[in-house]
């Protein structure tokens, strides 16, 4: 008589199939070359590279610039006029963005009035019947009047009431009217804090005194910590021209890059210029370019009449971005990134498969031979298993 234990282990050992894995050596090497590039991948690119061993933080930023400079112009309408911060920074302080006017279109002495409008396809007349009173379009300087009157000895313009006489902006001067802006300098006092890590710092270096800042101007090669640039030096960094810019403005972005790793000294935390020219300048593109706006100077005159100077002012805006990551050790980010990497040792016997079953030449002959199935032979009927009882 065949005992329970003897019987369960028959059925399990003789009665049911056994799934046989084969295995060559070629799918060994595979599956140990996938274990290795995840290896690598985890160690180099994980820990070293992205240092995944690191808590981050992004950076908090503040912004201060100063421009100095002084020019000289003489022109028939001005005559000998000496150019100063306050006239050509406009305003004086912004938040993170400084404008340097380089060129500009001025009418002087404008008072209210009646006057002809500037000559255009929209504004030209013959007849009074040409004139619409109370007509204002997107583009007028004042409100038409109705009347049509000349403009000059060879053009009729409608009359319109507005501050007179109307600017004319048609001839942009060429060669820029701040030719001398290129030589302009501008100081950059930029403070930055990681919060995460309460890690704060400037970009006017602690080993900076105050004589080397007053002489030194940036240069990538010799001075790549000084906080003081020349203007036509950070335009010619971004591969373009100043003196062509200057004529109808544009908009540059001066880059401060604070990544720092917090592992290594303070003194290892240290900023990095770059500089892009943000606007488009592409020949294909010549409607509306450059940068320009206008503003007004006011007057009162000696018997209480008001009278402005209107400024058409050309510039380059320059924008200070500043970015930067920090990072620091710590411990989750640490065994997050172990136990992710050694996840994905299980992924290897997945993608070995992958590999020998799709990618291989011999793929039919591994999908075929990857599980065989062993058929045990029949036991005799006469044959007795186990103790007899």
Known sequence: ????????????????????????????????????????????????????????????????????????????????????????????????????????????????????????????????????PGYVSTHSSGIQTGECVPYNSSIKTCEVFAWCPVEDDYHIPKPAFLQEAENFTMLVKNNIWYPKFNFSKRNILPTINSTYLKNCIYDPQTDPFCPIFRLGKIVEAAGQNFQEMAVEGGVMALQINWDCNLDRAASHCVPKYSFRRLDNRDSAYTVSPGYNFRFAKYYRESNGTESRTLVKAYGIRFDIIVFGKAGKFDVIPTMINIGSGLALFGVATVLCDVVVLYCMKKKYYYREKKYKYVQDYELGVDETYGTNS
């Open 1 to 132: 008589m065949v005992s329970c234990g003897a019987f369960h282990s028959f059925l399990f050992e003789y009665d049911t199939p056994r799934i046989v894995l084969i295995r060559s050596r070629k799918v060994g090497l595979i599956n140990r070359g996938v274990q290795l590039a995840i290896l690598a991948y985890v160690i180099g690119w994980v820990f070293l590279w992205e240092k995944g061993y690191q808590e981050t933080d992004s950076v908090v930023s503040s912004v201060t610039t100063k421009v100095k400079g002084v020019t000289l112009t003489n022109t028939s309408t001005l005559g000998a006029r000496i150019w100063d911060v306050a006239d050509y920074v406009i305003p004086p302080q912004e938040e993170n963005t400084v404008f340097v006017m380089t060129n500009v279109i001025l009418t002087l002495n404008q008072r209210q009035g009646r006057c002809p409008e500037f000559p255009d396809d929209n504004t030209e007349c013959k007849v009074k019947d040409s004139c619409v």
